[in-house]
């Protein structure tokens, strides 16, 4: 059944037992599991690599696995659960946590490292050969991060997308799957708290991330005069707020730890001949 | 004894000032921020004057005036534990980044692309006026500074070039 974006949106808002609305309901919970599922994934690697290394896995980087895992599983079925009037404030609450808080900390919980200690060591060796592959130095570039994470976020809240996405549980499902690994790809590559990554150097990285806040905060102010099709011109003032001081606050965070790794790099002046491979 | 090792002598007097002038600048917006839309909501989220270029100047601006805050501190914790913090100059460079900015955020972004007005007021003028000649005074203020200082005020005398 198609029907115009402001039938889509408005009847997501106000009847909960239109056809989208259980689309919506049915996804989110799948979503959910899946986040779960990840979760259990994670602690099983876990077990595998303490059979095999003397020292353990950190406690820290799977609590950072399982609370980023049960941080994006609460936001995809937060929708189920708070029907309050302001449907689109709640999905950017949503995309703040799905797309910026959950990717900070599966970075730190080091996920690639754990594949690599855990997998047995003939696929571990072709698994980091993968990885060293000219392409991934692209792959993991800053730009190449930016580029996809403003390029989504411009492409689904200024095209009939975010309409689009409450009709089609492909979509719906896609985009909440999408926003995590991409803005993993970019925190990753901005923070390189992974050794295997190529080394871009500071200024690339700092650049690009004020490049994509810049991106994200000129979208704030754009959805705030002109709302996606079938959002409110209230709801929108008030998400767009949200989003525009809620990206500050992860912004402030990357750059606080990316001055901090430099800060307390080794003295390049001291040690001349130590290079940061 | 300092743990790191010293800058070379003109590095050292660069370090200085582009440390003061990115934490003059960032000071400016993060009180821009607080100050004028938080507390006093004199300035708005967004009026529907702007141009799309104020749209871009102030998402770039808004996201670089963060970073110039946290890393200007950063530099200012390197050149004191370097001991080669000159206060002074620092503080100049402070004053005209923050007076630059203060210009550039008056002149350009609230006139030229009328990203939004300094308060929803008739006498918008008195406004401007005392913003932007505040604004010149800081940024004289610190040129007067770093002129007058030594530019090797807590460096080495010897190393001077």
């Known amino acids: ?277 | 004894m300092p743990t790191h090792a010293p800058l070379p002598s003109s590095r050292r007097q660069d370090r200085n000032l582009l440390s003061g002038c990115l934490f003059g600048l960032g000071f400016v917006a993060f009180v821009d921020e607080t100050v004028f839309h938080q507390l006093l909501h004199w300035h708005h989220f967004y009026d529907k004057a702007t141009s799309n270029i104020g749209l871009a100047s102030d998402g770039l601006f808004h996201a670089f005036s963060w970073f110039a805050t946290i890393i200007s501190l950063f530099q200012l914790a390197d050149l004191r534990r370097r001991e080669e913090w000159n206060k002074p100059r620092w503080l100049g460079a402070a004053l005209m980044g923050a007076g630059a900015f203060q210009l550039y955020d008056g002149l350009i972004q609230h006139k030229l692309m009328r990203l939004h007005q300094i308060r929803y007021v008739p006498d918008i003028a008195v406004y401007d006026i005392v913003w932007n000649a505040f604004a010149a005074v800081m940024l004289l203020a610190g040129a007067v500074i770093i002129r007058r200082v030594p530019a090797e005020r807590y460096g080495d005398p010897g190393a001077e070039q």
């Open chain 1, 1 to 277: 059944m198609i029907t115009s974006p402001t039938d889509a949106t408005a009847s997501l808002h106000h009847h909960a037992q239109s056809t989208s609305a259980v689309h919506v309901a049915q996804v989110s919970l799948m979503l959910a599991i899946a986040y779960f599922l990840l979760s259990f994934a994670y602690a099983a690697l876990v077990l595998a690599a303490n059979r095999k290394y003397a020292k353990p896995w950190p406690a820290s980087r799977s609590l950072c696995w399982h609370a980023g895992m049960t941080l994006a599983a609460g936001s995809c079925v937060s929708p189920l659960i708070f029907q309050g009037s302001n449907g689109f404030a709640r999905h950017m609450v949503a995309h703040l946590l799905l797309g910026m808080f959950v990717p900070l900390l599966l970075v730190y919980a080091a996920p690639v490292t754990l594949l690599l200690r855990s997998l047995p060591a003939p696929v571990a060796r072709s698994f980091m050969r993968l990885l060293k592959r000219p392409v991934m130095r692209i792959i993991v570039h800053p730009a190449v991060g930016a580029i996809v994470n403003v390029g989504s976020m411009w492409t689904l809240y200024r095209t009939s997308l975010y309409a689009a996405m409450h009709e089609l549980p492909v979509l719906y499902a896609t985009v909440h799957v999408h926003f995590p690994a991409a803005g993993y790809l970019f925190t990753a590559s901005v923070l390189r708290h992974d050794r295997w990554m190529h080394d871009w150097g500071f200024c690339n990285r700092i650049f690009w991330l004020i490049i994509s806040m810049a991106g994200h905060g000129i979208l704030s102010k754009g959805l705030f005069a002109s709302p996606p099709a079938g959002v409110p011109a209230d709801q929108a003032e008030f998400a767009a707020r949200m989003m525009y001081y809620g990206g500050d606050v992860v912004e402030i965070t990357l750059i606080l730890i990316l001055c901090y790794q430099r800060y307390h790099a080794p003295d390049r002046l001291k040690q001349s001949s130590v290079t940061s491979a």
